[in-house]
């Protein structure tokens, strides 16, 4: 069956970096796009980015653009979140989530399998 397991989170200073990292088994990883969302206490879970298959293409909330990096590593089935510059605002419980065979955008609901879920937090 499909897990993605994620894995990396934890308490980081402001300006502070961390890497997430989401194992995925049970699909053949290289066919599908995968994204990464947040949720903070209180809030609906938002969009951070995507990538698509072969890691050529990717898409960034404005939230994050210039400070987050989303990467793939097929041989792996591992996609990382590398992030920087961390703010406390950044704080939340992070999801890696299985999007389809074909484009996926923003949108939860394009999303079809997602992982348990690892929290950051960034102290002020």
């Known amino acids: 069956q499909v897990q993605l397991v994620e894995s990396g989170g934890g308490l980081v200073q402001g300006g502070g970096s961390l890497r997430l990292s989401c194992e995925a088994s049970?699909?053949?990883?290289?066919?599908?796009?995968m994204g990464w969302f947040r949720q903070a206490p209180g809030k609906e879970r938002e969009f951070v980015a995507n990538?698509?298959?072969?890691?050529?293409?990717?898409i960034y909330a404005d939230s994050v653009k210039g400070r987050f990096t989303i990467s793939r590593d097929n041989a792996k089935n591992t996609a990382y979140l590398q992030m920087n510059s961390l703010k406390p605002e950044d704080t939340a419980v992070y999801y890696c989530?299985?999007?389809?065979?074909?484009?996926?955008?923003?949108?939860?609901?394009?999303?079809?399998?997602w992982g348990q879920g690892t929290q950051v937090i960034v102290s002020s």
């Open positions: 049970g699909f053949t990883f290289r066919q599908y796009f």
């Open positions: 990538i698509n298959w072969g890691g050529s293409g990717t």
């Open positions: 989530a299985r999007g389809a065979a074909f484009f996926t955008g923003a949108k939860p609901s394009e999303y079809d399998y």
